[in-house]
């Protein structure tokens, strides 16, 4: 199957200074590197996670690929097409084809704004507005299950879960082919976030989206997954098949998350890994393997090299970077050495960044 969202090598950097500030002090590199490389494509009908720590760079790849964020090199093609080679008014009708739900339900909702013309917004950008405005909004308000009189309500009068739920209610206005879910159960209660996971499941199978899911929770990736990638510091350092990555990790990173990953179980025996220390600044990133300052089993390559991509012999679709992959490495260093390498030194290139 073709994929529908390709993404190749993007990458995307944000200033921290001005131009005249780094000129007057003589910075050589006044930005941060939020993502750096990254690639993969999404299938129709396929659901694609990205799971990382917080500041691993997935919400800004999500906001790249909708448009409300500027890459410095790469691309972004939609359905075969390249969208940075379009103009503003060539790129609307793919733009229209693609759709968000924002991490916070009830600030991305305007509050001067009912919930009727919150779900009618998308038809006047587009220029699709019909006469039946109030039977449109009504007809989205049934497709996730709230009564047509929440129509009349403001933002402020919803709860968390209804928020969501008119969050994707709107995102399904155009009838999108993907749907880009940044934490969609992010603050809601566990019997909502059931009910929020189960909806999107459904009318995905209904009208055959493509999502990309982001995400802390990995029962929710495992929910709705089929392919996974795992993110840090703006990098994939894992990408594969949901069940295969949580079935046979193979980078020390995807190994942590899985152990952490909370068990609902009183009874159940837990292998848990600790990471030492915090993931490092953006601005000072570590040479060789980016997650050798954290990582159990670093051993002297890890550095000075910084790991090529490979891929499990038995399933090349699954691929990590990693010098020694869970399965076929040498005995884990004590603490005093994992944290030897400093997380401020520079990169092979003598810069911080990719």
Known sequence: MSALLRVEDLRV????????????????APFIDAVCGVSFEIRRGETLALVGESGSGKSTIARTIIGL??????????????IEELSGAERKPYLRRMAM????????????????????????????MRRDARGDAERLLGMVGLPADFARRYPHQLSGGQARRVGIAR????????????EPTAGLDVSVQGEVLNL?????DELGMAVLIITHNLNVVRHMADRTAIMYLGRFVEVGSTERIFEHPRHPY??????????????AMLNRIELKGEMPSLMRR?????????????QDICYRAFPEPSTSPDDTEHSFRCHFPLGRRAAPLDARFRLC???????EEGRHGC
């Open 13 to 28: 950097r944000f200033r921290t200074m001005s131009a005249p500030k780094a000129l007057a002090t003589g910075a050589k």
């Open 69 to 82: 964020q500027r890459a410095v090199s790469g691309s972004v093609s939609f359905d075969g097409q390249e």
């Open 101 to 128: 739900i924002f991490q916070d339900p009830i600030g991305s909702l305007s509050p001067r704004l009912t919930v009727r013309s919150l779900l009618t917004e998308p038809f006047r950008i587009h220029g699709l």
């Open 171 to 182: 995102a399904l206005a155009l009838n999108p082919d993907l749907i880009i879910a940044d």
């Open 200 to 204: 999107l499941a459904r009318l995905q």
């Open 254 to 267: 995807t190994e942590a998350l899985l152990a952490a990953n909370p068990e609902p179980d009183p009874d």
């Open 286 to 298: 570590p040479s060789g393997c980016e997650f050798h300052t954290r990582c159990r089993y670093a």
């Open 341 to 347: 390498g400093a997380s401020g030194t520079r990169n």
